[in-house]
């Protein structure tokens, strides 16, 4: 009987008691998993604004290096191309993202509808919904700030292959940069991520240069 009892006061004295178990359990609850696409509607006008800007601006830069060796005449043409590749992709993804907007609240009005319930919209619901502002101010600054990579690369080169390598140089590290931006915040694979950008970005450039440099050398 006494070592029964001494048994039972050990058992009770390591015992945890049932809050703390509670508490313990708690936290574990209470862990919600991030929802990555939520960042989708400014993450892809960014990425996309930002590779565009590399790209387009980098291949014309490309393209009038190989057909004039003037700096001036390279670095004019990128920022001309600069001012209006943003105010185009602004314009072009507010009307893309309004469009859609436009196409959700239609089809969220006739769900509504149809259960004929009264009951005002879900908040969850108009969170989800895309906003054209924030997506076309997004897209513009990402296209400047590529942009202007190939220009600050070409701003500060005299010489005429030097400049060309560098533009290159430039555009490439930072095409891999931005893949990997792109793949770390939406969570998907760096390596095919930052190799399909890069090799997109080099046939563009490469395409550029050489159509320009044939329409340059044909007398056309």
Not at 3 to 10: A, G, I
Not at 40 to 56: C, H, I, Y
Not at 85 to 101: K, P, R, T, W
Not at 158 to 185: N, S
Request: aromatic residues 6%.
């Amino acid at each position: 009987m006494t070592t029964n009892q001494k048994s039972l006061n050990v058992d009770a004295r390591f015992a945890l008691p049932d809050n703390d178990c509670e508490q313990q359990a708690t936290p574990d609850a209470e862990i919600i998993e991030f929802d990555y696409s939520k960042r989708s509607q400014w993450l892809r006008a960014a990425v996309l604004g930002a590779t565009d800007g590399l790209v387009s601006i980098g291949s014309l830069m490309m393209g009038v290096g190989a057909v004039k060796q003037d700096a001036k005449a390279m670095i004019l043409t990128g920022c001309a191309g600069l001012v209006a590749g943003a105010c185009s992709m602004a314009i072009g993804e507010f009307v893309s993202v309004q469009s859609q907007l436009d196409i959700e609240v239609a089809q969220i009005k006739r769900d509504n509808a149809r259960r004929a319930t009264g009951e005002p919209e879900n908040e969850g619901d108009k969170e989800k919904l895309p906003n054209p502002a924030q997506a076309s101010a997004a897209s513009a600054v990402a296209f400047a700030i590529g942009a202007a990579v190939p220009l600050l690369a070409a701003s500060f080169i005299g010489d005429y292959k030097l400049r060309l390598g560098m533009v290159v140089g430039a555009v490439t590290v930072a095409l891999v940069l931005f893949g990997w931006l792109g793949a770390v915040l939406g969570k998907v694979p760096i390596i095919k991520s930052s190799l399909t950008i890069l090799i997109g970005g080099w046939l563009a450039m490469a395409i550029t240069y050489g159509l320009t440099k044939l329409i340059g050398t044909s007398g056309l």
